[in-house]
């Protein structure tokens, strides 16, 4: 019986106050308003930072290795900050900094990521613990300690998904593991932070250029990983020649400019989907559209498909009010 009430008192809570819920806290352009961007070194990071340090923003830029802070420096309204979101010291010590720097901090984007490709059967408990510690606990850790100069900015809070948060299939299993987490971040923080006053959204980015690919790939043959033999050896060669592309995919300039939306728009999105063509958004539309049919197909309370039209045409109209 209590559990059910629990059960009840949760679902109340996510009806009352759920995403849906949150306030626009919209005031008119940056004004040299402080963002912290972590993984800024490269790829979307890079490409957020520059974008918010142009739009006006001054961003505090998070990076681990020295010539990657010295390159950050370079960039007009950027300070860099020693941030491995791994390390509790080196995120209690940007706290310190962004504190020091006296501007406050209205925006956080979570962006430090890794890439992790292979079968789960075959994944190292070490290498499942990584990818979680960067992805899942990075955000929680640098969005905890960070929160009360959000707070107290009444600001916003961004964190970089992945159309892996939605889908996953064959092989994509620990990296989707750890972006479907963020979907859950997602929503029960922006949820919580209603009545604070702070926005929170979640970037949703399809295929762009990025050197995490690369960075897998040294990782892997750090640690001297081998499929020879395996019965996905075929599949993990695929993989190999999916990772070294990423580098050419197209700049991911939609993804800075949705960074920048989200911090900026009078009523934020909670989701921002950037992909780089239709095809990658039918995927991810699709898909969706399947997991509903799955979990509505032979239950017991199931939906007519007007009943679903119905909860379409309300999702779509509530999507488009933002409410």
Do not use: C
């Amino acid at each position: 019986m209590a559990r059910r009430v629990l059960l009840l008192f949760v679902l109340l809570l996510a009806v009352v106050a759920g995403p849906e819920a949150r306030p626009a806290s919209a005031q008119a352009g940056p004004s040299q308003r402080a963002v912290l961007v972590t993984g800024a070194s490269s790829g979307l990071g890079r490409k957020i930072t520059e974008r918010l340090a142009a739009g006006g923003y001054f961003v505090y830029a998070g990076a681990r290795k020295a010539q990657d802070l010295e390159a950050l420096n370079a960039i007009p309204n950027v300070q860099s900050v020693r941030l491995d979101v791994t390390v509790p010291a080196d995120i209690a010590a940007a706290v310190e900094t962004v504190r020091k720097g006296g501007r406050g901090l209205y925006g956080l984007v979570n962006n430090a990521g890794v890439l992790l490709i292979e079968p789960l059967i075959e994944t190292d408990e070490e290498d499942l613990r990584f990818i979680f510690d960067v992805n899942v606990m990075g955000p929680y850790r640098v969005t905890k300690a960070f929160s009360p100069l959000i707070i107290e900015s009444k600001g916003r809070i961004v964190t970089t998904g992945s159309l892996s948060g939605t889908l996953s299939g064959s092989l994509s299993g620990p990296y989707s593991m750890s972006k479907h987490a963020i979907e859950a971040f997602t929503d029960a923080l922006a949820a919580e932070m209603t009545r604070f006053g702070v926005s929170v959204s979640v970037l949703e980015p399809g295929n762009y250029r990025s050197e995490i690919g690369q960075s897998l790939l040294a990782r892997m043959n750090a640690r001297g990983k081998s499929f020879v033999g395996s019965p996905y050896e075929e599949d993990m060669k695929r993989v190999e020649a999916f990772a070294r592309g990423i580098a050419t995919d197209p700049e991911p300039d939609d993804v800075a400019d949705a960074a920048y939306a989200a911090l900026t728009d009078a009523n934020p999105k909670l989701r921002y989907l950037v992909v780089p063509n239709q095809g990658q958004a039918r995927v991810t539309i699709a898909g969706l559209f399947r997991r509903v049919a799955q979990l509505n197909d032979g239950q017991k309370y199931s939906f007519s498909r007007d009943s679903l039209v119905a909860m379409l045409d309300q999702a779509l109209a509530q999507a488009g009010g933002r409410r």
